[in-house]
């Protein structure tokens, strides 16, 4: 995360919040920024951008916080957007556990890896597919925001230094401001 700092220095940042990371919270960010946006088709992408970083955070962080919104726990974890004249740069960035980063990052190598007919059909048979619960549709979040922004995921695993079985998920994504799709 230190090497955020000189990065949110140089861009506008337009959103930045760390905390619980509550259905409610994330409304309430996102529907504002959908509007800062003139183009209604980059603003939709925008909106579901935010809103699949902000429920990775929500179902997937090792870290807790009970939330009264929402009436359960959510996953606490930190969320930025900047501008710039040629894009959106999003950032989100949780906890996780050490054993999940091995599949985490085959995950996105994989999506990253596709083309577009190839994302669009993976992501129609992830959302068929049965997840570890047992309910439908799991493991799309990462394809949606690959293929709303058109760029792959950028993603880095830093392990704590206070606790071995945890790390810090960061992923980074980045949307053109001109839509040229």
Do not use: W
């Amino acid at each position: 995360m230190l090497d955020l700092y000189p990065s949110l220095t140089q861009k506008d940042v337009i959103l930045m919040y760390q905390g619980a990371m509550s259905q409610t919270i994330l409304a309430t960010m996102a529907l504002p920024l959908r509007e800062t946006e003139e183009d209604y088709l980059i603003s939709k992408r925008l909106f579901a951008i935010i809103i699949e970083l902000g429920q990775n955070i929500n179902h997937y962080s090792e870290k807790r916080e009970f939330s009264i919104a929402d009436r359960r726990e959510v996953g606490c974890g930190m969320l930025v957007v900047q501008k710039t004249d040629t894009e959106y740069i999003f950032t989100a960035a949780n906890k996780i556990k050490t054993s999940k980063i091995e599949k985490m990052k085959k995950h996105c190598e994989h999506i990253n890896s596709l083309n577009s007919k190839k994302l669009r059909s993976f992501y129609r048979s992830q959302r068929r597919a049965t997840r570890d619960d047992g309910r439908y549709g799991g493991n799309i979040g990462f394809i949606e925001m690959v293929r709303r922004s058109h760029n792959p995921l950028e993603t880095k695993f830093t392990l704590s230094t206070k606790d071995s079985t945890m790390a810090y998920f960061s992923i980074q994504v980045k949307m053109s401001r001109i839509d040229v799709f």
